[in-house]
C-alpha cells in the first residue's frame, strides 16, 4: 500500500464505482454501494444495506454528495436529512481504469453526535456496463437468510422503471400495498 498522491486522482475517480471487497473478502450483496463520480466535487451514493447489528439498515438512493480532493485522499459528505451527515474517507493506494483500493474511513452523525464510526480497506470496480434494460420490470424477493433483519415474513416487490425510479411493495393479505 502506497500513500503516494496520483497527479491524475481526479480524471481516473470520474465515473460509477462499487464496492466489491471489503478488508479482503467479497462484499455481500447486501454491503455493496455505488459511488458515482460527476466531477471532483460532486457524487452520488446509492446503498442498501447492512449486515451489521450496530447500523440501522438503511436505503440511500442517489444521495448527493460533495467531494473534496486533496492529494490521494477524497471526502465525500452526505446530509441523508436534516439531522445525520456521513462523511467518508478515502486514502486511495491504487487506482486503475477498472478499480481502486482505498483505506477508508466512515463517520456518521446525528444532531453532531458521532452513533457510527468503522475503518476497513475497500476495493472498488469500475461499473462501464448499463444494466438499464436488464433491471425493468417487477422482481419479488425473499429473505434466504435465516434472522435477517428483512425476515418479515412477507414478500416484497420492487418495480423498477425506465425513467430510473422504483416503487416499493409489501404483501398485505392477498393484496400489494
Known amino acids: 500500500d502506497k500513500d503516494t498522491a496520483d497527479p491524475n486522482l481526479k480524471e481516473k475517480i470520474s465515473g460509477k ?37 450496530e447500523v440501522e439498515s438503511m436505503w440511500n438512493d442517489q444521495l448527493e454528495a460533495d467531494v473534496a480532493i486533496s492529494g490521494n485522499k477524497v471526502t465525500l459528505t452526505m446530509h441523508s436529512d436534516e439531522h445525520t451527515t456521513s462523511v467518508e474517507e478515502y486514502i486511495i493506494t491504487n487506482i486503475n481504469d477498472s478499480e481502486l483500493t482505498a483505506n477508508h474511513k466512515v ?6 453526535n458521532a452513533t457510527y464510526s468503522a475503518e476497513d480497506v ?15 420490470g417487477t422482481w419479488e424477493g425473499h429473505c434466504t ?33
Not at 466535487?41 to 447489528?53: D, L, N, V
Not at 463517520?107 to 453532531?112: A, L, P
Request: glycine share 6%; aromatic share 14%; no cysteine.
Open 17 to 53: 464505482w462499487m464496492t466489491a471487497d471489503i478488508d479482503g473478502r467479497p462484499a455481500l450483496t447486501n454491503e455493496k454501494s455505488v459511488t458515482t463520480f460527476v466531477s471532483a466535487t460532486k457524487a452520488y451514493y446509492s446503498s442498501s444495506r447492512t449486515t451489521r447489528p
Open 107 to 112: 463517520t456518521i452523525t446525528v444532531d453532531g
Open 122 to 136: 475497500l476495493r472498488l470496480t469500475k461499473i462501464t456496463a448499463d444494466y438499464k434494460q436488464d433491471i425493468l
Open 145 to 177: 437468510s435465516a434472522g435477517s433483519v428483512f425476515d418479515d415474513g412477507q414478500e416484497h416487490r420492487w418495480k423498477y422503471k425506465a425513467d430510473g425510479t422504483y416503487v416499493y411493495y409489501v404483501k398485505d393479505g392477498d393484496n400489494w400495498v
